[in-house]
């Protein structure tokens, strides 16, 4: 089961994000909470910590001219 | 006049045997007689258009054409700038906005001597839709207008099959070029990532951008792509590769050309409808027929890529939006409020694990494709829904098939594959290694080809 999206957890979600939310949309957010919660757990694979995100970059010329 | 494509138009300009100027004037007619029906474009730029025109044929009968897109009628996605022309991004946050400079691939375009019609419907910031609570209506489906396009490049889509442009630029972050061509029986392809340059485009979500041409065959995307690739100082992820010749292997045999088939994203992880199927199995028996070798690949599930790109584009477009989140939230559409507000539940964590994914599944294709030229897989999983039928929170209804080639970067294509008993096309999607587009469009257009799907148009039009 997906972590439960209290009031005082989505209140402070929305706080950081700097939303301010009418009551309808804030219970729409709560309605797709497992949806969501469910894409996130396709992205938590076993991985080493090798497993770098796709947009570690090297050094290009322009960086060493 | 029955409207040519542009691979056809080109060959009887250069011909003099069609002139610019009648051939705008028909798209023009068209324009008026459907764009109150399928609300295509925001802005037609008549005066502009008959001026391109005018300009173009009196060059080309004087010099001959610049290049095959001289003279041809096209239209911009209204999230590209133009100087001088609104560009609304069809939202009411931008209903003043007229840019000082062409995005470059508008001057490309422009460079080239094509005739600017219009700029075209958009989702909002090419995100959500259809929304009817903007300042202009959604585009209709030319096929049958109480349908959806698909988007967010609906406007170029809904223009390209009812011939009121020949070309279009479209951008996809997640299928918005290869979905509305899809339910409009168009041909669009997503480009490798940076092959065209992003610069002057309102972002969507910055590492799935991609800017790319639509058009009525695969032929005509290729020879638009031709003038859009290159490099561009202007976009950081602009790729640095030479431009190949994209129509280099059209007509070109199949034979000996290696396709798999990616069976499983669209037999078992979201199951497409009978006429989505049947047009993937005929393909696959005519590329078969024509010599190429054929066989399955397996990658992680469709579902899989679908939440690591989803992910992705949450957090980049709640980040490029951040500011106007904030301070004008209700200015929105309905559904990009949505969008922007599910950014507050994705962690930083959340996004560097999707990116992490992102790794793994671009090595997984990369390792699935080693001895293969392309791939192929659905291009949506049935035909347009109703305007009014799409779920509010489309992106939890269903993974979608496109969205994976933006995870990856890599290029692929959607093609018409035949229509469904409501009589409205469908469409299946070819998949190439990074930067060979050339093979994508060679395989494309022999499907095309070989087949009668491009012969016909929307009843509406005719």
Same mark, same amino acid.
């Given at each position: ?7 005082p ?6 706080a950081?994000a ?17 949806s969501?919660?469910a ?5 938590r ?13 090297g050094?290009?010329e322009?960086?060493?001219? | 006049?029955?409207?040519p494509?542009?691979?056809? &138009?080109?060959r ?7 002139s ?11 324009i008026?007689a459907?764009d109150d ?23 080309i ?39 000082q ?5 508008a ?8 005739v ?5 419907t958009?989702?909002?910031f ?10 202009k ?9 109480a ?6 490049s ?19 972050t ?9 339910l ?28 790319g041409p639509? +058009? ?6 290729a020879m ?30 199949l ?5 798999g ?9 979201l ?9 993937i199995?005929?393909?696959?028996a005519?590329f078969?027929?024509?010599?190429a &070798? ?6 992680s ?10 992910l ?11 500011e106007?989140a904030?301070?004008r ?18 962690? !930083? ?8 994914r ?9 390792? &699935? ?5 392309v791939?192929?897989? &659905? !291009? ?6 109703k ?13 979608n ?26 469409s ?9 587009? +050339? ?14 799907h491009?012969?016909?148009r ?5």
């Amino acid at each position: 089961m997906p972590p439960t999206l209290t009031d005082p957890a989505l209140a402070y979600l929305l706080a950081a994000a700097g939303l301010d939310l009418t009551d309808a949309e804030k219970a729409d957010l709560v309605g797709i909470h497992d949806s969501l919660a469910a894409m996130k757990a396709r992205v938590r694979q076993k991985r080493g910590h090798m497993a770098e995100p796709a947009h570690t970059f090297g050094f290009n010329e322009e960086d060493l001219g | 006049m029955t409207i040519p494509t542009l691979a056809e &138009a080109a060959r009887l300009i250069a011909g003099r045997k069609l002139s610019p100027v009648e051939l705008t004037t028909e798209c023009l007619t068209r324009i008026e007689a459907h764009d109150d029906t399928l609300h295509a474009f925001v802005v037609v730029t008549e005066e502009r258009a008959l001026a391109d025109a005018r300009t173009a044929e009196a060059a080309i009968m004087r010099d001959g054409p610049i290049s095959p897109l001289h003279g041809i009628p096209m239209g911009l996605k209204d999230i590209v700038d133009t100087a001088g022309i609104p560009t609304t991004c069809q939202s009411k946050i931008l209903q003043d906005n007229i840019p000082q400079k062409d995005a470059t691939c508008a001057a490309r375009l422009a460079a080239a001597g094509t005739v600017l019609m219009g700029k075209l419907t958009t989702h909002e910031f090419a995100d959500g839709g259809p929304s009817f609570d903007l300042p202009k209506p959604p585009a209709a489906n030319p096929w049958n207008p109480a349908h959806f396009t698909a988007g967010s490049s609906s406007g170029t889509a809904a223009a390209v099959a009812s011939g009121m442009i020949l070309c279009g630029i479209g951008t996809d972050t997640g299928g918005s070029i290869r979905g509305p061509a899809a339910l409009c029986g168009i041909a669009g392809i997503k480009p490798t990532y940076g092959v065209v340059s992003r610069a002057g485009v309102a972002p969507a979500a910055f590492s799935l951008d991609h800017i790319g041409p639509m +058009a009525w065959t695969a032929e005509d995307c290729a020879m638009m792509l031709q003038v859009l690739a290159g490099p561009d100082a202007a976009d950081p992820a602009s790729a640095t590769q030479p431009v190949p010749d994209y129509t280099a292997l059209i007509g070109n045999s199949l034979k000996g050309v290696r396709i798999g088939v990616i069976r499983h994203f669209h037999e078992q992880d979201l199951k497409v409808a009978p006429s989505v199927q049947k047009g993937i199995d005929d393909a696959v028996a005519l590329f078969r027929d024509q010599g190429a &070798a054929i066989s399955d690949v397996t990658l992680s599930p469709l579902q899989d890529w679908h939440a690591c790109g989803s992910l992705i584009s949450i957090t980049e477009r709640a980040a490029a939006y951040e500011e106007w989140a904030r301070t004008r939230l209700n200015d929105f559409s309905e559904r990009v409020q949505r969008r922007l507000m599910l950014g507050a539940l994705v962690s !930083g964590v959340d996004y560097v694990q999707a990116v992490r994914r992102r790794r793994e599944l671009r090595t997984e294709l990369r390792a &699935a494709m080693a001895e293969l030229d392309v791939v192929i897989t &659905a !291009g949506a999983p049935n035909e347009a829904p109703k305007l009014d039928g799409v779920p509010r929170w489309d992106v939890f209804a269903a993974p979608n098939f496109t969205i994976p080639f933006n995870v990856a970067g890599y290029p692929a294509i959607a093609v018409c594959s035949g229509f469904g008993p409501a009589g409205l096309p469908v469409s299946m999607q070819i998949v190439g290694k990074p930067f060979q587009e +050339a093979t994508v469009f060679q395989v494309a257009d022999a499907f095309e080809k070989a087949t009668d799907h491009r012969s016909k148009r929307p009843p509406l039009v005719g």
